[in-house]
């Protein structure tokens, strides 16, 4: 039985398997228990001499399933070593980490500026009403902005926002003067692709309303924000222009930061590149938006994000910014 016992316990390939032959041998019902509890029926002679061996034999059954266990466990171990094993000479995988969007970038940028000046960010949403859109930014009813060929409309009452521009009608009617924002977003035209035209591009509008607020105000702010995006030495140029929701208005022309306002290609020889849209808020917009213009006063201004972000990186078409092609997005 001892040998038997032995020689299987040897062949065994596995912990389940040398269990059952632990239950098989030394179990409740194995074979050695039950020659241990025929012990009974032994006289007293023998029983001493084959209650000895039965033991030894159990005992012998036992460490050989005991050290059969341990080199099993051994093995598995090893096992599990070696197919664990690092190899720290094999080339790392390929480790992609996400950039900004050179938009995301510029608008960043931008927004610091006029955070360190002590404005802070609204936002409103890209489904506009047409009464912020321009009801009660005091655009005419046949501006032509408004024309179904312009803007997208999504039924009479509202559209997919054309301009910034709302934003400041939200913010004026529900936030406490003094106002000191600005809000970056997405705008919407019914423009056909091309090289400087995208059907949805970005904005960015600044909105100071408050007693005293004055065009010199403006003009401060303004200068001081060019100077840290484009550079000290940056001039700005006003322009009178028309906007219905400023009066008076401007647009802004800074100097070309490339050649510094010599004139080269990127400023198309003329030194000076337009980049804002500007002036003090309209008494209409002001009433509009329950605010008395006889008491307060305010400026504003909104500026193209996608044609900074051209100009600032070199980008030539604008659609690039929008294709999403890995080999342009990784030069930022
Ligand atoms: N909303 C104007 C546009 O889309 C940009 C602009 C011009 C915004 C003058 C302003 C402003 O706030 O005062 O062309």
Redesign the pocket.
Known sequence: LQETALSEIKDMQSIEQVESLRVKYLGKKGEITSILKEMGKLSAEERPVIGKVANEVREAINDAISSKKEELKNIEKQRKLAEEVLDVTMPAKEFRVGKKHPISKITDEISDIFIGMGFSIAEGPEVETVANNFDALNAPKDHPSRDMSDTFYINEELLLR????PV?VRTMKNEELPIKIISPGR?FRFDAPDATHSPMFH?I???VVGKDVTMAQLKGTLDMFVKKLFGENTKTKFRPHN?P??EP?AEVDVTCFKCGGEGCPMCKGEGWIEI????MVHPNVLRNCGIDPEVYSG?????GLDRITMLKYEIDDIRLLFENDMRFLNQF
Do not use: P, V, Y
């Not at 054309?162 to 521009?165: D, E, F, M, P």
């Open positions: 054309t301009q910034t521009s400041q705008c904005q509008e600044g909105l906007f929701f400023t208005s804002l849209g500007a002036g400026f504003a201004f909104g500026m």
